[in-house]
């Protein structure tokens, strides 16, 4: 019986390339590899993602925000 249930649950693919991928022993999951992962963090840290915020005021520019205040 655990062979059929293994071949019915969905199986887990890389959200990056796509590909089909094993989750468990995966130590660069949710990606494939390491390849994935590091395409992944390059678009993070070339600021192509971004994670919404409060708005800034208008009469600050954009290199004079004022500092977040602690949670």
Not at 8 to 35: D, I, K, Q, Y
Not at 46 to 65: C, I, K, M, N, Q
């Amino acid at each position: 019986m655990p062979s059929d249930e293994a071949a019915t649950r969905r199986r887990p693919r890389c959200p990056r390339c796509g590909s089909v991928m094993a989750w468990e022993g995966n130590p660069h999951r949710p990606f494939c590899g390491l390849t994935c992962r590091l395409i992944d963090l390059g678009s993070w840290l070339d600021e192509r993602y971004r994670v919404a915020g409060d708005t800034l005021p208008e009469e600050f520019p954009s290199d004079d925000r004022p500092p977040r205040a602690a949670d």
